[in-house]
């Protein structure tokens, strides 16, 4: 079968249109071309490819089944094309670019909202696609392509990212006010090793990294509930239901009731945020801008990171 290198970008983009349901009377209009236009180009495309790729039901179009496997490579063409074309556009314009930054939902209150309000303060026109994602799961918007960028306190073992560290986040000992360990200004993790624990559900990696610094700290946590996000954990310790090992950068939420945190001053509590990025993929300007203004802050110490 002879292919031609010389298909249409209009003609695919309307076979595109047309399977996804859109009406050739629809798709003329929305272009300004005429239906016999638009007709025409697919009756065209058909000829290149050599099979018909549309059927008609009645008023509508469907697709043949070589429509069905040919579709599922023009739409990652002309993916591929809509981002070549923004690529150029954003080297043309910088400014009005998108950055795609995927991060830990812990790190959404404090950290995502000093980054980007401090980068839009320089490039306002600048827009971003924001995604929380759970600590686990955050370096795997990399591999899937939905993100430009990943701020989270995992270290993927992915190959082909590029990981930068930021900053080492505090972690200590939330418990509620009134505990005997909340009048002391530093405590031994091993202190608390009869105390019911609270903690994220598995597979979470803060998770993991709490059951560490309890092993290092010579015992293993009685785990008495599990939540999904640290909001509720912290919220657990108000009611007076255990304690609980959780980072403490950035503003604190309001809880039922006062929660101490104390410092542990027998094991090494901290977690590394980092940014990460794709080896094989080039950033675009946009968010090649954004990835410098974050290392800057951290190189100059100017990560916002309280409590």
């Excluded at 830990?104 to 209150?109: A, E, M, N, P």
């Excluded at 979470?204 to 009685?222: I, K, T, V």
Aim: aromatic share 4%; net charge negative; glycine share 6%.
């Amino acid at each position: 079968m002879h292919y031609s290198h010389e298909m249409d970008t209009d003609a695919l983009r309307w076979f595109q249109q047309v399977a996804d349901g859109v009406t050739v009377t629809e798709v003329s209009e929305i272009d300004g071309v005429s239906q016999p236009g638009v007709s025409r180009a697919l009756a065209r495309l058909e000829a290149e490819v050599g099979t018909p790729l549309l059927r008609r039901s009645g008023r509508i179009l469907r697709m043949t089944h070589a429509g069905s496997a040919f579709k599922q490579h023009v739409d990652a063409l002309l993916h591929q094309l809509d981002d070549g074309l923004a690529a150029v556009e954003q080297i043309l314009e910088p400014e009005t670019g998108t950055v795609a930054l995927a991060f830990q939902i812990s790190l959404g209150t404090w950290l995502v909202p000093d980054l980007v309000s401090s980068f839009r303060a320089e490039h306002p026109q600048v827009h971003f696609a924001l995604r929380q994602v759970r600590d686990e799961l955050a370096e795997t918007a990399l591999a899937q392509g939905s993100a430009d960028l990943v701020l989270s306190t995992v270290r993927s073992a992915e190959a082909g990212l590029h990981r930068q560290r930021l900053a080492d986040e505090p972690l200590r000992l939330a418990v509620p006010a009134g505990h005997p360990l909340a009048d002391q200004p530093e405590v031994r993790l091993a202190d608390a090793a009869s105390e019911p624990f609270l903690a994220l559900q598995r597979p979470s990696a803060l998770r993991r990294l709490s059951d560490d610094l309890c092993r290092a700290a010579g015992f293993e946590p009685a785990i008495s509930f599990e939540s999904e996000d640290v909001h509720t954990i912290r919220g657990f310790v108000a009611a007076g239901l255990g304690v609980a090992i959780i980072p403490t950068s950035g503003p604190q939420p309001a809880t039922p009731a006062p929660v101490v945190y104390r410092s542990l001053g027998d094991v090494h509590a901290v977690r590394e945020i980092g940014l990460s990025w794709a080896a094989d993929r080039r950033l675009l300007p946009a968010a090649e801008l954004f990835r410098r203004h974050v290392l800057d802050r951290a190189r100059t110490g100017r990560l916002t990171a309280t409590g």
